[in-house]
């Protein structure tokens, strides 16, 4: 199944339509056809994924389907936890302690167009609890920056094809994707290159994203990318890392929340303001106001 066809699948009808993030899915549905292609020399805006656009962590919600298709996953997943789990606080060995379960949840998948087909299968399965988790508040401002005809990009340490089948609900299918790259070790598919802290924007320079005009983010693992934005916008933050994005981020700063029950921020009733301002915009001068 492909990111349209997924769209397809997911467009909201009946009652689900009338939900507010049914609507607002719907209504960026419905504008969709008014995106032109952006110049080559338009504003860049990176947003992260998970916590930024949807209310989770998208990664993790894939790996537990996959591991839960079969009780001997299960059962091996519960064998390496106690070697694994505590891997994937830490930093240095998140990447090795995510490798694990992802390599119980794909045993005996050996390619990443296999490990697409079931991430795929998995976004069509789980329509309804999806679209719940997408922000309306952050598809607001991801589709205004579009509208604008900036060039936006998703950069996040989810596997790109979740991120772009989620993403197709709402009609961004096109947009480009930075995620983790997953490849073949061990008789499974593992994440070979993590999209995460410096590695992210290593990847987003090899790509000739580099020059960030504004960017959105939860994590403070997303400081090399916040810090290597003009107009950085922290979302949805833990309130234990607030203080750290104060410190390190320049002085007015935005921390907001978009809607993230648990998380921190100033709540905000809506994310673009009625003239178009958005959270990413200068201040205006006092005198303009």
């Known amino acids: 199944m492909t990111g349209r066809e997924v769209a397809a699948v997911a467009a909201p009808t009946g009652p689900a339509a009338a939900s ?12 969709a056809h008014r995106y032109t292609s952006p110049r080559a020399d338009a504003p860049l805006v990176v947003f992260d994924f998970d916590h930024t656009l949807y209310d989770g962590d ?7 389907w996959l591991i839960k298709r079969s009780w001997w996953r299960c059962i091996l997943a519960l064998l390496l936890a106690p070697v ?4 994937v ?19 005996g998948v050996q390619r990443v167009r296999d490990l697409d087909a079931l991430t795929d299968a998995y976004v069509a399965q789980h329509v309804d609890q999806i679209r719940g988790r997408l922000l309306p508040l952050a598809l607001e401002v991801f589709h205004a920056h579009r509208e604008r005809g900036d060039r936006v990009v998703v950069a996040t340490g989810a596997p790109p094809e979740l991120a772009r089948a989620i993403l197709a609900f709402a009609a961004h299918e096109d947009v480009p994707v930075v995620g983790t790259l997953a490849g073949p070790r061990f008789g499974a598919v593992v994440a070979a290159r993590h999209c995460h802290n410096e590695e992210k ?13 504004a960017a959105y983010s939860d994590s403070s693992a997303d400081l090399p990318l916040l810090r290597a934005a003009r107009r950085p916008v922290v979302v949805n933050p833990k309130p234990g890392s607030i203080e750290r994005f104060r410190r390190e981020l320049p002085p007015g700063t935005p921390i907001l929340n978009w809607g993230c029950p648990g998380r921190g921020g100033a709540p905000v009733a809506a994310a673009v303001g009625a003239d178009g301002r958005l959270p990413s915009d ?5 005198s303009a106001r």
């Open 89 to 107: 606080a830490f930093l240095p060995t998140r990447r090795a302690g995510i490798s694990g379960f992802v390599w119980a949840g794909t045993v």
């Open 20 to 31: 507010p993030v049914g609507a607002a899915t719907a209504a960026t549905l419905a504008k």
């Open 58 to 64: 998208s990664g993790s919600h894939l790996f537990a």
């Open 84 to 87: 694994f789990g505590p891997m």
């Open 282 to 286: 200068p201040a205006q001068p006092a």
């Open 201 to 213: 924007m290593r990847m987003l320079r090899e790509r000739g994203w580099g020059d960030i005009d």
